[in-house]
Every structure is written in structure tokens, then in C-alpha cells.
């Protein structure tokens, strides 16, 4: 069996220090691909309803995709997946790097890692080999440390690191995976699982290289993608990095400002991708085998020193730290950035959680007793950065943002649940639903809570309405345009079609900017041709939409058991009660009524009941009939 | 727009004789691709539930795809939908030829077709214009007869006409639409249709060519296809014509013999293929643009003077007039089928009325009296021969036949409704559900009545289940083989899956022994190619699989409109309580049970209630929603 697509999954029980290494057979493989597809497989066969998600019980998968390694852009993820203790359903994050592919070339394509280890460990693999090695001497390091001290004890300095940092061992629950301390499997607060199981890090290295089945069809889509590379959706993150589309943001009032009250932000040209280039910008940097370069590297002295070890603000940290809190100061918004990967942050709900507080705090809800003398009001950089280390080190009111705006929420009462903006307890990442409809939808619905990367964006809304973007979501079916604030059946098709598609995607561990439906480098058609080319396998994007599709339906069936139901599937009141303030979407607040005839339309589209559950029938059609047996 | 692709659609008012032309936008035919597809989204709009399938309300639309004209084998189909007047629901029927790619020559991709002319007439087509001409010296002539005077009084050998024979003339319910005397629409009683309408004929003539977006790709294709030809899975029927597969299913015991009594027929030798070859062949013929050359071209002298104008005998033919009687004289079963063609009969329903007709005379529930002197027992080749004369002529019991073994056993009585095989009233093609257990299921759902071109056959009876098909089928994400004789989860989804493929196939009118999912000579993917060659589209196998969806669940609608609940989607009792005689099926019956429970299984994987009416949902994911407004 060629290495490049049916390798070894190793399953690693913590508890009792013993390790296992099994073969699935290629059907296994061509099932799932690979991702958190593959991971539902083992969460929904390994865990019980109910398990405490910080408890040793929690089943934890790391996953590259059948793709992972080979030498094309975009085809270098890792994805985490777990219960989530921010959610108390199932979690899912995905990050980039070197490390998948080095997994891959260690001889893995995942680690399904349970129980809990006596006291601290890192697991360390080369080239086949895995062994547990003591961490008590790592704990409590940040991300930067204590990658350089697993390469110095291992004496190798290309190993890669994917670890969690002091936030995630302190099982804050908005803790992030971090591989090179700057690329973050963020979100549902996958760290705090790993730090719960006294897991430091997972430390890889290898030499051996997948088995490509068909090296000059890759090679001819390598080059297809250097050729076309400059006048492709993703060149502008190249140049200017994922804060790039800031403008267009902006101007379709969809910046979310002040915890959610606003789609625009007037300090918005201070922080966007353009002027990020032009002052902080220290290099560019990329995951294995990308042309992109998407990734920033920063550096600043003043007001606030930013170590280039932790790379760059991404737009989401851009927009959480920033315009959620109207921060405009691109040095303090950088700051917070480097300690969410220094401590093992996501950064999206940690500014969310800061957002939430500064509301809380202009509501009265919140005084300087409580954030012990900071004064925590919108726009003040220095609170935020200061709110931002609290939360890292898990001190002051820190200690409860830590535990998401949600849950913090909760316990401040007093109106405080009001102003938490989240969907299953996860904070919304930085798009506004008001101007992305179809986003509104996805939010509510999405088995993980609030996420961004589980959908296409309404192209309506995008400066990408044009031929191209309309011709590759053809390529899904999706023939007439969708218009922008409404909830026809259209749009609920898009939302649909392209979740299948990105949910496929989470399964092979492409990146989203690379491959996707829409306006990336790569359009679908031809990621159905790299698998081929890779694997051999005579598939289709009629198969990899059903590989999205398992993905999709698993995870729906793991958070049933749950006992989730439709009353999760909800949006906050904010969304349908308070207009948003200025710009394009001044004035525009959802229909809750709308919103609601869309979630029954996209559960029957879905093949789901009236509680979004999977029937035995769409679950049989896609070959799970297993998993319709768990539901009973 | 270019002409390949997006045409025009004739619509033809009989009644008034008012011909208009409709040029729909390139959405139109993106939805539904053509074919019955299209056709379904006329019939769905223009006609209301309980109409009477052979008065003038009945919406008769004859159609082709976007592909069809193009330079490649395959692509030259017709396809036929109206209310179908033998089973009372939707109709189908496809067939061959080269007046499909002549009717896109001529400017027209469909011509939909209402009212009834108040005396005979043909409609003549020729370089975008259209005429309805005077039939009535026509009318009652024999197919060859009426082609020639047409192609004589319009002065042009070249002229293509598509027509009805004198069964269709007397609204027998198995009349057939015809083209070169030979290519029949046969099945659910198109017709008869046809005929109700005073419509004789459609005579086509045209110069122009298709459009082609990427020549270089359709000639690749083309090429690719004449290159392994020879290794392809339908290479064998162009050495022996349809029935070359007799062998093979004689060997499964999935050969029908004595009204399905029997899945082996021990005089299989003198009427297989090969046979043919060696004895009747005098050539063999083709649809436009095809390599395959699969049509066979017979002539006999003795006993029975058989003229070669009317072809020779397909598989089905061959069982239906000979299997299902116990007739293994091949100069009758081609004397049968030169009847069929003359008159305008399906073969198929022709050959089972008349096995039908013998079970009942070996088991008394018919005599001489009722026959007119013929002694109608099985094997007597002299008495099948007289019968399907007969039943082309409406004479005696003939008649009565004429209307389908359905209606007639209804009449007859006295237990003759046991002895009648068929679904919705249109009685069994040639391969035996026992045999082919997805088959027993499709049967069962199949909206047009038992069929075995609407899904593939089960692979594992096949000898084709080599690791070629296999990797084939998995394009339709099919990636685990399935059992022959049970009704698992995984024969379901391949029942499904190929159904929908299918479905497809006659949306775009491509023949399915050249392409398809399983051993034809161009597979799924290359279906894909090929449609983005010649249209220019960015389509998707997933895309295609929808386009299927569309037309299956139109089909679904159509019939729930009128009234179909699941108690129609059954088999004749015969197949669960009569096991089979002889051979590899000896003592084999279905069991009702296990048909039960894959149907509901059928049910809700394809999206469907529990009376199989497809849901809103599933109607709105693929863009019906104004089927579901029909629906209420």
C-alpha cells in the first residue's frame, strides 16, 4: 500500500503510557480522507454521551488528510478534534504549518490520544518510532521556550512542535494547539483538552516522503498553480495577508465594531492588511510546500515590543482585538496577538471575551472592581492588551474570560448574557452575519458553534461576484447568483452546498484560501484532480461532497447524543432585536422569523428531522449506517 | 448562445395547429440538461392530475440533450414523456438512432407537444422551419411504408421520421414511437400517445452543426473511446448485438423463461448473439456519430420471410418474444420483432402480453375459444407469432393484449391477475429480479413502471466485476462490492446511486451502453468531460448526479399528484411466493419482508416520506421548489 495515502494511525492511551500503531485498510481511508472526517469515526465509536470534556475520558485526534505532504500548496493542516469544553458538544479546529506534513513524514496520518497522563508528557515520533517523554520541565513554558527546548533536548533543530501553552495546561477554555508557536488550531478550545490530559506537546520528525501515484499530474497542478498564482483571489493575502479584504469589509458593513453593535469601524484603515505591509511587517512567511506566503511576521518596539517569534495578526485576531474592541492601535492589537501564541490563546474568543467585557463594563454591568482598576471601556488599547494577559496567565477577571464570553456571561448575570455574542457558547469569529446572510444561517447550525471557515461567504456581498467565482460554484450547482439579505431558498442552498464542500475540505486538510468553491487559487474540479493524482482513486466531487457530507452528519449525530436539539440551532436575540449602527448595514437587524422558515428548509435539505438530527436514511445513504445504530 | 448547447423548443398546439417558438435562457438547460428532464419541467407546468392519458390534454414532449449531435458515440437519443396511458402515471421511453442528432440539426432541442389535430398530419422540420402537414394518406400504413412516402413526397432520402405505426394509430397501450423503423421509444405506451393526437409522424431535416466549446477535448475524447473500444465492455455487443449476454445470464439464472416461471431456458444456444451472428446477421447498424455498430440488421426467408428494413431483434426481444414463451426459434423471434417494428409495438410488453396470454392457456384460464383456434402453450413458436400479429393489429384477443397484460388480465379474470408480471402496469424487461436483487427494488420505486435501464445491475452477477468496474462505480462514491441475493443498506445506495446516475443519462440522452457507471466504454468522469467539452460549463459529477435528482423527483411529484402512494411501489406477488424452477435461481423467491424494509430504507435515502412523495426539502436542495408549490 503506497505510504502516500493509507498510512498508520497511532492510538496513544496516556493513562497507561501504552501506544498502538493500526493499519486501516484503503477503504477506511477512501470513506473519510482523512481530517476530522476520519476523527468522528473514533470520537463517535470511542466516547460515550455525557464524558466530562476535560476528564481523561475525552478522546483527542490529531489528523493530517490523505493529501498531507505532497509538494503543492495548501495541503498542510492539522485538525484537532475532541468534546469541546467550550461548547459541551463536539470540537473542531484546524491550523497549518510544517508540522502535518512532518507527521506525514514521520509515518502518521493521526493520533488518537486518550486518557490522562500521571504527569506531564510530550510524545515525540521520528520516522516511525514514538516514545513519552517527560514534560514536567516544559509545563508552565510559553510556546516559543519550549519548542526551543525540545529541539535542543532532541538535538534537531527541524522538528516540529504542536503543543499547548500555559493557558491551555491551565484548561482555559478558549486554550488553542499551537504548531511553530504562531500556527493555532484556535477555536472550541482544543487546547484546554490536551492541557487536561498533561499532554505538553507532540514533537515530529521524518524522512520519508508520501508515494505521489501520479508525480506529473501533481507537478502539472503545481505549475498550473505558479502560473495563475498572481491573478487569483488569494494574491492579495500574499501581499497583504489575511487582513487584506479589511476594505471591502468595511464597505459592505461587515467589520464587526464594538462587540457586534456596528459593521463598520472608523479606525479601519489603520489596521488592515495594506498598512499592516507598510509598518509593522517584518517578513512573510508560509506553511509546507506554499506559494502563498499568507502568513505575517511582525515586529515593534513601541509602545509595545512584539517578539517576530510569533509571527503576525491574522484578520480574525485583527478584528477581534481590534475593531470588536475599536481598538485602532496596530502595535497593542499585534501585542495581544503575540501573547494569545505565546500562552496558547485562540484569539478570536479571547477578543471576544475582551469585547464582551468592555460591554459590559460601558453597561455598568461590569466596574473597575472587577478588572481590578483597569478602565475596560471600548477603544482603550492598553486595557485591551492588558485584559488580553490577564486572560493568558488566568489572573483577575482574566481567570473567568478565560472560560469564554459565554460562560462568563452566566455568571456575571445582571444582563451580562445579553452581551455575549456566540452560538453553542463559541464566540462569532469576524464576519457579520447581517451582511453575510448565509453566514447567519451557518453560525446557528454548524455542530461546532459560531465558525467562519465552515461555509462559503455569500459572494453577493464579495468583490468576487464575478464570472469566475460564478463558474466555480457551478461546479457545486449553484447556478443562479444569491442576493444579499435574504434567506430564500437559494441561499439556503449555497449555505448547504459549500458547507459540504468546505466540510469535505476539513477532511483532506486543504487550506481554504488554496482549494475551495469560490474565488481561491484552486477551484474544486482540480482538487479532485490533486487526489487523484495523489491516490489514484477514481473519485469525483460527486464522492467528495459525500465525504463532507459523513463529516457533517457525524458530528450532527455526536452532538444528538448530546441531547442537542433544535433550541441550540439559534442565533443570539442581539442578532434579531438590535439594529446594527452606521455603514451599508445601518438599520439592518435579522428576521427571526425568516431565519427560522431557513433552519427547517436547511434541516430537510440536509436530511435531518425537525431537531436536526440525521434520519437513519441520509445517515444509510452515506454509508454510516453504524453511526444511525448509536443514535438508536 | 451558442447552437450546441442552448437551442430552441418547439411548441406545437395540434389542436389549433399553432406552432410557437420558445428560446429558454442557458439556466434552463444548465437545470435540467434535457431530455426527460426537461420535459418533466413542461409536463409538471402545463398539466394538471387526472388527465386522460389519451385525450388532448396529454402533453406529449419528444426531446434531446445538450450533447446530442456532437461527433462521439453515444449521444444520438430521443426521449419520449407524456401521462403514460398504460400505467395511468408518468411516462418514458428513450430510443436511438440519427433523428435525435437530425431534430438538433434542424434548430430543436424538444418539441412539446398538445391539443389533437382534428384529422391525421405529420409535422415536417427542416433548418428551423416547421410545418404540420396532411397524414391522412398515411395513416394506417405500416412504419417503413410511411417513412418512405414521406421522405418521397418531400423529395429528400435523408429526411428522418419519427412516427407511429398502426398500433399507435389504435391507442394500443404498448404502441411504441419509432424512428428509421427500427429505434423504438417502446416503453409505457408513448405510442399509443402519439396516436391519440393525429400525429403520425415528426419528419426532420437540417445543416447545421453544433457549436462545440473545446473541439480539441470532444476529439480527445473521441479518439480515447475508438482506441479501447476493443477492450471496452460493450465491444462484445457490437460483435453480437444486445443479446450477447445471454451466456452470462443463463448462467445466473437470470434469463426470464416461461413467464418468469423460470430464470433458465434450456434452447438459450439457438437464440443468443452469437447465434444470430452465425446464422440471420446480414449486417449490423449504428446511431448517428457511434462506433459501437451494436444495432443488428437481420434477414430470414424460411420459415418466416423477414425483411431487413425493420432491423433485427435486441436482448429484450429476443427474451420477451422467445424466453418468456419458451420460443427458441430464431426466425420467429425475428419475424416477431419486424412485426413489432412495423406496427409500432414494444417488443417488450408485446413479447410478456403474450407469455401472459400463454400462462393462462396452460392453466385453463384461457382456451381456443378465447385464442381463435391458435393453441397458445409455450414454445409454439407458429402461435407467439400469430399472437403479436394480433396484437399489431388489434384482432381478437389481440386486442384485448393490445392494451397491456395488465388491463387484460384485470378483464379476463379468474385468476389471470396472478399470471401478469409487472409494476404500475407495465410489465418485466428482460433480466430477473431474483437474480439482480437491486433490480427487484427498482422495479418496485421506478416512477415509469418496472424498468431495467432507470440503474445499473447489481455488478456482483455480473462478469464484469473486475477491478475496473469496481474502481468505476466508486466514482459514484460505490467503493464496497455488493452481494448478490440481499437487500443490504449497500445494495440500496448502489440501487440509488446508479439510479441517479441513470436518471442523468436520460437527461442528457447519452446511450448507456457507451456511457455509464459501471463496464461501459466511457465512464462517469469522462461523461463529465465530455459535457464540459461541448458546452463550455464547469460542470461536476456532482452536478450531473443533481441533474438526475431533478428529473427522478419530478417523476416522484408527478406521480404523487396523481395520487401514487407506496402501495403502487410493490412487486407482483409471484416474485415472493412462486420461487424460481432450474438452474442457479432454483427455488429462489424475494423475500417481502426484506423488499419492505429497502424500500423504506429506499425511501429516506432518496429524501422521501414514507409514502416516497419526495419532501420539501429534498424538492428545495435541488431547485424545485415550484415542484413543491405543486405539490401543496
Given at each position: 500500500?503506497?505510504?502516500?495515502?493509507?498510512?498508520?494511525?497511532?492510538?496513544?492511551?496516556?493513562?497507561?503510557?501504552?501506544?498502538?500503531?493500526?493499519?486501516?485498510?484503503?477503504?477506511?481511508?477512501?470513506?473519510?480522507m482523512g481530517?476530522?472526517g476520519l476523527?468522528?469515526?473514533?470520537?463517535?465509536?470511542?466516547?460515550?454521551?455525557?464524558?466530562?470534556?476535560?476528564g481523561?475520558?475525552?478522546?483527542?485526534?490529531?489528523?493530517?488528510?490523505?493529501?498531507?505532504?505532497?509538494?503543492?500548496?495548501?495541503?498542510?493542516r492539522?485538525?484537532?478534534?475532541?468534546?469541546?469544553?467550550?461548547?459541551?458538544v463536539?470540537?473542531?479546529?484546524?491550523?497549518?504549518?510544517?508540522?502535518?506534513?512532518?507527521?506525514?513524514?514521520?509515518?502518521?496520518?493521526?493520533?488518537?490520544?486518550?486518557?490522562?497522563a500521571?504527569?506531564?508528557?510530550?510524545?515525540w515520533?521520528?520516522?516511525?518510532e514514538?516514545?513519552l517523554?517527560?514534560?514536567?520541565?516544559?509545563?508552565?513554558?510559553?510556546t516559543?521556550?519550549?519548542?526551543?527546548?525540545?529541539?535542543?533536548?532532541?538535538?534537531d533543530?527541524?522538528?516540529?512542535?504542536?503543543?499547548?501553552?500555559?493557558?491551555?495546561?491551565?484548561?482555559?477554555r478558549?486554550?488553542?494547539i499551537i504548531?511553530?508557536?504562531?500556527?493555532a488550531?484556535?477555536?472550541?478550545?482544543?487546547?484546554?483538552?490536551?492541557?487536561?490530559?498533561?499532554?505538553?506537546a507532540v514533537?515530529?520528525?521524518?524522512?520519508?516522503r508520501?508515494?505521489?501515484?501520479?508525480?506529473?499530474?501533481?507537478?502539472?497542478?503545481?505549475?498550473?498553480g505558479?502560473?495563475?498564482?498572481?491573478?487569483?483571489?488569494?494574491?492579495?493575502?500574499?501581499?497583504?495577508?489575511?487582513?487584506?479584504?479589511?476594505?471591502?469589509?468595511?464597505?459592505?458593513?461587515?467589520?464587526?465594531?464594538?462587540?457586534?453593535?456596528?459593521?463598520?469601524?472608523?479606525?479601519?484603515?489603520?489596521?488592515?492588511?495594506?498598512?499592516?505591509?507598510?509598518?509593522?511587517l517584518?517578513?512573510?512567511?508560509?506553511?509546507?510546500?506554499?506559494?502563498v506566503?499568507?502568513?505575517?511576521?511582525?515586529?515593534?518596539?513601541e509602545p509595545?515590543?512584539?517578539?517576530?517569534l510569533?509571527?503576525?495578526?491574522?484578520?480574525?485576531?485583527?478584528?477581534?482585538?481590534?475593531?470588536?474592541?475599536?481598538?485602532d492601535?496596530?502595535?497593542?492589537?499585534?501585542?495581544?496577538?503575540?501573547?494569545?501564541?505565546?500562552?496558547?490563546?485562540?484569539?478570536?474568543?479571547?477578543?471576544?471575551?475582551?469585547?464582551?467585557?468592555?460591554?459590559?463594563?460601558e453597561?455598568g454591568?461590569?466596574?473597575?472592581?472587577?478588572?481590578?482598576?483597569?478602565?475596560?471601556c471600548?477603544?482603550?488599547?492598553?486595557?485591551?492588551?492588558?485584559?488580553?494577559e490577564?486572560?493568558?496567565?488566568?489572573?483577575?477577571?482574566g481567570?473567568?474570560?478565560?472560560?469564554?464570553?459565554?460562560?462568563?456571561?452566566?455568571?456575571?448575570?445582571?444582563?451580562?448574557?445579553?452581551?455575549?455574542?456566540?452560538?453553542?457558547?463559541?464566540?462569532?469569529?469576524?464576519?457579520?452575519?447581517?451582511?453575510k446572510?448565509?453566514?447567519?444561517?451557518?453560525?446557528a447550525?454548524?455542530?461546532?458553534?459560531?465558525?467562519?471557515?465552515?461555509?462559503?461567504?455569500?459572494p453577493?456581498?464579495?468583490?468576487?461576484q464575478d464570472?469566475?467565482?460564478?463558474?466555480?460554484?457551478?461546479?457545486?450547482g449553484?447556478?443562479h447568483?444569491?442576493?444579499?439579505?435574504?434567506?430564500?431558498?437559494?441561499?439556503?442552498?449555497?449555505a448547504?452546498?459549500?458547507q459540504?464542500?468546505?466540510?469535505?475540505?476539513?477532511?483532506?486538510?486543504?487550506?481554504l484560501?488554496?482549494?475551495?468553491?469560490?474565488?481561491?487559487?484552486?477551484?474544486?474540479n482540480?482538487?479532485?484532480?490533486?487526489?487523484?493524482?495523489?491516490?489514484?482513486?477514481?473519485?469525483?466531487?460527486?464522492?467528495?461532497?459525500?465525504?463532507?457530507?459523513?463529516?457533517?452528519?457525524?458530528?450532527r449525530?455526536?452532538?444528538?447524543?448530546?441531547?442537542?436539539?433544535?433550541?441550540?440551532?439559534?442565533?443570539?436575540?442581539?442578532?434579531?432585536?438590535?439594529?446594527?449602527k452606521?455603514g451599508?448595514?445601518d438599520?439592518?437587524?435579522?428576521s427571526?422569523?425568516?431565519f427560522?422558515?431557513a433552519?427547517?428548509?436547511?434541516?430537510?435539505?440536509?436530511?435531518?428531522?425537525?431537531?436536526?438530527?440525521?434520519?437513519?436514511?441520509k445517515?444509510?445513504?452515506?454509508?454510516?449506517?453504524?453511526?444511525?445504530d448509536?443514535?438508536?
Amino acid at each position: 500500500m503506497p505510504f502516500g495515502y493509507v498510512g498508520k494511525i497511532l492510538h496513544v492511551d496516556l493513562t497507561s503510557g501504552k501506544i498502538e500503531v493500526e493499519q486501516p485498510p484503503e477503504s477506511f481511508y477512501r470513506t473519510y480522507m482523512g481530517g476530522s472526517g476520519l476523527a468522528m469515526s473514533y470520537l463517535l465509536r470511542m466516547m460515550p454521551a455525557g464524558v466530562d470534556a476535560l476528564g481523561p475520558e475525552n478522546v483527542l485526534v490529531l489528523s493530517v488528510g490523505v493529501l498531507t505532504g505532497a509538494p503543492i500548496s495548501g495541503l498542510s493542516r492539522v485538525m484537532a478534534n475532541a468534546k469541546s469544553p467550550l461548547t459541551g458538544v463536539i470540537g473542531d479546529a484546524q491550523g497549518g504549518g510544517f508540522w502535518p506534513a512532518e507527521l506525514k513524514f514521520a509515518g502518521y496520518d493521526a493520533l488518537v490520544i486518550t486518557g490522562k497522563a500521571p504527569k506531564p508528557v510530550y510524545l515525540w515520533i521520528h520516522d516511525g518510532e514514538f516514545e513519552l517523554r517527560d514534560a514536567s520541565h516544559l509545563w508552565g513554558r510559553i510556546t516559543g521556550e519550549a519548542e526551543r527546548m525540545i529541539r535542543e533536548e532532541l538535538a534537531d533543530d527541524r522538528i516540529q512542535v504542536l503543543q499547548v501553552g500555559p493557558a491551555g495546561e491551565k484548561l482555559a477554555r478558549i486554550a488553542c494547539i499551537i504548531n511553530m508557536s504562531t500556527r493555532a488550531c484556535g477555536r472550541t478550545g482544543m487546547g484546554a483538552v490536551m492541557g487536561s490530559k498533561n499532554l505538553k506537546a507532540v514533537a515530529v520528525r521524518g524522512h520519508a516522503r508520501p508515494d505521489i501515484h501520479d508525480r506529473d499530474k501533481v507537478r502539472e497542478l503545481a505549475r498550473w498553480g505558479r502560473e495563475n498564482f498572481e491573478d487569483s483571489g488569494v494574491y492579495s493575502m500574499s501581499l497583504h495577508g489575511t487582513a487584506a479584504g479589511i476594505d471591502n469589509l468595511q464597505e459592505i458593513g461587515g467589520l464587526p465594531t464594538r462587540n457586534w453593535s456596528s459593521g463598520v469601524f472608523e479606525g479601519w484603515e489603520k489596521i488592515w492588511g495594506q498598512t499592516i505591509t507598510d509598518t509593522i511587517l517584518k517578513d512573510r512567511d508560509t506553511c509546507y510546500g506554499c506559494i502563498v506566503r499568507c502568513k505575517r511576521v511582525v515586529e515593534t518596539k513601541e509602545p509595545y515590543e512584539v517578539d517576530p517569534l510569533y509571527g503576525g495578526p491574522e484578520y480574525e485576531t485583527v478584528a477581534a482585538v481590534g475593531s470588536y474592541c475599536c481598538v485602532d492601535d496596530l502595535t497593542a492589537i499585534a501585542k495581544a496577538n503575540e501573547l494569545c501564541n505565546k500562552y496558547g490563546l485562540d484569539t478570536i474568543s479571547c477578543g471576544a471575551a475582551v469585547a464582551f467585557a468592555m460591554d459590559c463594563y460601558e453597561n455598568g454591568i461590569l466596574t473597575k472592581e472587577d478588572t481590578g482598576g483597569i478602565d475596560l471601556c471600548f477603544g482603550n488599547a492598553q486595557a485591551m492588551v492588558s485584559m488580553v494577559e490577564m486572560i493568558a496567565k488566568r489572573e483577575g477577571l482574566g481567570d473567568l474570560l478565560g472560560e469564554g464570553s459565554y460562560r462568563a456571561a452566566q455568571k456575571i448575570g445582571r444582563g451580562a448574557e445579553d452581551l455575549a455574542v456566540h452560538c453553542k457558547g463559541q464566540d462569532f469569529p469576524a464576519h457579520v452575519p447581517q451582511a453575510k446572510r448565509s453566514l447567519a444561517l451557518i453560525y446557528a447550525v454548524n455542530p461546532f458553534g459560531a465558525d467562519h471557515v465552515s461555509s462559503d461567504h455569500d459572494p453577493s456581498y464579495e468583490p468576487t461576484q464575478d464570472e469566475d467565482t460564478l463558474g466555480r460554484l457551478s461546479e457545486l450547482g449553484l447556478i443562479h447568483p444569491v442576493h444579499k439579505h435574504d434567506f430564500s431558498p437559494e441561499k439556503v442552498r449555497f449555505a448547504l452546498n459549500t458547507q459540504y464542500a468546505f466540510s469535505a475540505l476539513d477532511c483532506l486538510g486543504t487550506c481554504l484560501f488554496v482549494w475551495g468553491p469560490s474565488w481561491q487559487l484552486y477551484d474544486m474540479n482540480q482538487l479532485v484532480e490533486v487526489i487523484q493524482g495523489i491516490t489514484g482513486w477514481r473519485t469525483s466531487l460527486y464522492e467528495l461532497i459525500k465525504v463532507g457530507q459523513r463529516r457533517l452528519n457525524m458530528m450532527r449525530a455526536f452532538n444528538a447524543r448530546e441531547g442537542i436539539t433544535s433550541a441550540d440551532d439559534v442565533l443570539p436575540k442581539k442578532m434579531f432585536s438590535v439594529p446594527l449602527k452606521g455603514g451599508a448595514t445601518d438599520g439592518i437587524a435579522i428576521s427571526e422569523e425568516k431565519f427560522l422558515a431557513a433552519r427547517k428548509l436547511y434541516y430537510e435539505m440536509a436530511g435531518w428531522d425537525e431537531e436536526g438530527v440525521p434520519t437513519r436514511g441520509k445517515l444509510a445513504e452515506l454509508g454510516l449506517d453504524w453511526v444511525a445504530d448509536l443514535l438508536g
